[in-house]
């Protein structure tokens, strides 16, 4: 079993930046990717940016270039650095790690981009 909390969710004006944390309730050394994922009022969940244990990130089209996935296993902690942030940004994030045959996921935090 994995725990995953995530933090860092406000309210934030257009142009702005916010970076969330996901942390882990065990090690990160052995889980394999972690990633991102958003879901906006009314919408399904769609993915944002993944990591695998190495380090190799991947991005959606619409947040490449704004967005940074990053990973620190010493702390057991993923973070998602957002830059430029839109309105169209504003969603609950969630984080999910894979753990063998597992998806384990977090309880999401709110991003809301509104000046």
């Known amino acids: 079993q994995v725990q995953l909390v995530e933090s860092g969710g406000d309210l934030v004006q257009p142009g702005g930046s916010l970076r969330l944390s996901c942390a882990a309730s065990r090690s990160t050394f052995s889980m394999g990717a972690m990633g991102w994922y958003r879901q906006a009022p009314g919408k399904e969940r769609e993915f944002v940016a993944t990591i695998t244990r190495i380090g190799v990130t991947n991005y959606a089209d619409s947040v490449k270039g704004r967005f940074t996935i990053s990973r620190e296993n010493a702390k057991n902690t993923v973070y998602l650095q957002m830059n430029s942030l839109k309105p169209e940004d504003t969603a609950v994030y969630y984080c999910?790690?894979?753990?063998?045959?597992?998806?384990?996921w977090g309880q999401g935090t709110q991003v809301t981009v509104s000046s």
């Open positions: 999910n790690a894979l753990s063998g045959q597992y998806i384990y």
